[in-house]
């Protein structure tokens, strides 16, 4: 999965955060609403705009973002 197809920063949106391209729907909104519990496919259905590519590339934005080092 290539994130960068579905995410994108602009100062002009959202205050510059992570969104999903042709939205205002920031990637931050989504990462929090699954640890929550909500699933990719309520998230989906919840917000329009929002479909499943979006989610996994959120998750794979995450990955590869996260600066904290593994438990040990």
């Given at each position: 999965m290539n994130w960068q197809d579905y995410i994108e920063?602009?100062?002009a949106v959202m205050?510059?955060?992570p969104v999903f391209k042709g939205?205002?729907?920031t990637v931050e909104f989504v990462l929090e609403r699954l640890g929550q519990g909500a699933t990719p496919e309520?998230?989906?259905e919840s917000y329009v705009g929002l479909c499943p590519e979006h989610?996994?590339?959120a998750r794979a934005f995450s990955?590869?973002?996260d600066p904290t080092p593994a438990c040990r």
């Open positions: 920063r602009d100062p205050l510059g955060k939205t205002r729907i309520e998230l989906v989610v996994r590339a990955a590869e973002s």
